[in-house]
């Protein structure tokens, strides 16, 4: 496991002015570079602003949703990097969007700051300069525990109104579990695992193997295929982009794909991302018309808490989403920010606009 992340918002509030710093923005910049990794390992930024992450985005996401790299990046002196926010812009309706890095995929939005640097008073200035011309400038989600977008943009995040859920579970698990978990769902999952038990020969292996982590991955886009409105991982560009990261993650050590097997055949597929001891779950995919009556998910998530405490992980975190099956698992909440701001007149009116078509769905019968 990697260490832990320095304390960057205190690093930062404490930092002196600083003294060169060039802002501006680098259209051909290289997430896959040395200089960005060296950056993210020394900042506080997310998993979701890993190298790998990044770059994939950008070349299989990004282009099938119309949107292009925009990143504003911090030099010193040296012209070494300060800074990077990883940002997309792109046209929607006649309207420019300038966003954070997410498109639908990313559950945190960060930007990657280097750890103890020094920020001149006027940074706000400084990136708001830099940035390109947009209608909308829309950040989201931001954990509210992460505080990087408010001091580079001088900005004020508001709560969106749903949360992340993360456990901490810890050995010896048994003693953890009995704590955490509610009592009856303790009964009703041990229920579940004795009867898969008694239905024959089953166990969790991590994957490591690229051709049986690409199936897993596409298993997991078929088994939820008509399950979810909007899923993102039914578009081949999505798939393409997990598929890379659940492969190339796998073999640095930043994703890991968990498998279910009943007598040899798969029952439930799991993938998600590691970095700094913590477990981000992305996706699951289970075969719920074979061996539903199981809970395969239920029995996943358990058994890889388990597994992944006694990896030497320190969070399990069920990402964003106020599903309540997290609650179940010993999670405690964590509010997400965002920021959506109009920038020119256009802008405004298509956020009043948009506003208008919610407040009427909503009075609608059905809406």
């Excluded at 911090?74 to 309207?95: K, Q, T």
């Excluded at 498109?103 to 640097?117: F, H, N």
């Excluded at 006027?122 to 954990?143: C, F, K, S, T």
């Excluded at 456990?167 to 509610?182: G, K, N, V």
């Amino acid at each position: 496991m990697a260490g832990t992340a320095p304390n960057l918002a205190a690093k930062i509030a404490a930092a002196p002015p600083g003294a060169a710093l060039a802002v501006a923005r680098e259209h051909d910049f290289d997430y896959a570079s040395d200089a960005y990794r060296d950056l993210f390992e020394a900042s506080g930024a997310t998993a979701f602003q890993h190298p790998l992450w990044l770059n994939a985005l950008m070349r299989h996401v990004a282009p099938a949703r119309g949107a292009r790299s925009v990143p504003v990046v911090g030099r010193d002196g040296d012209g070494e990097l300060v800074f990077v926010l990883p940002m997309i812009a792109r046209v929607m309706n006649g309207v420019t969007l300038l966003e954070s890095a997410d498109l639908g995929v990313s559950d945190y939005s960060a930007p990657v700051i280097r750890a103890g640097s020094s920020l001149p008073a006027d940074i706000g200035n400084r990136v708001a300069a830099a940035l390109p011309r947009h209608d909308i400038l829309r950040l989201r989600p931001v954990p509210a525990d992460n505080a990087g977008w408010s001091t580079l943009l001088c900005e004020t995040l508001l709560p969106l109104g749903f949360s992340a859920h993360a456990a901490r579970p810890t050995l010896p698990w048994d003693e953890w579990r009995a704590a955490a978990y509610d009592a009856s769902f303790a009964k009703r999952l041990a229920r579940k695992m004795k009867s898969l038990d008694k239905a024959g020969d089953n166990g969790l292996v991590v994957l490591d193997d690229p051709d049986e982590i690409r199936a897993s991955v596409r298993a997991i886009r078929a088994l939820r295929a008509g399950r979810f409105e909007g899923d993102p991982i039914q578009t081949d560009a999505v798939a393409a982009f997990y598929e890379e990261v659940a492969i190339s993650g796998a073999g640095a050590g930043f994703a890991r794909t968990w498998r279910l097997d009943l007598d040899g055949e798969p029952v439930g597929h799991v993938f998600g991302l590691t970095w700094r001891g913590r477990f981000h779950y992305l996706l699951i995919g289970c075969d719920y018309e074979r061996f539903g009556r199981f809970s395969p998910g239920l029995v996943m998530y358990d058994r890889m808490m388990r597994d992944w405490a006694e990896a030497g992980g320190d969070t399990f975190d069920f990402t964003i989403g106020d599903e309540p099956f997290k609650a179940d698992f010993g999670t405690v909440p964590t509010a997400m920010l965002g920021l959506e701001k109009p920038a020119t007149t256009r802008g405004r009116l298509a956020l009043l606009a948009r506003d208008a078509r919610d407040r009427l769905r909503r009075l609608s019968p059905g809406g």
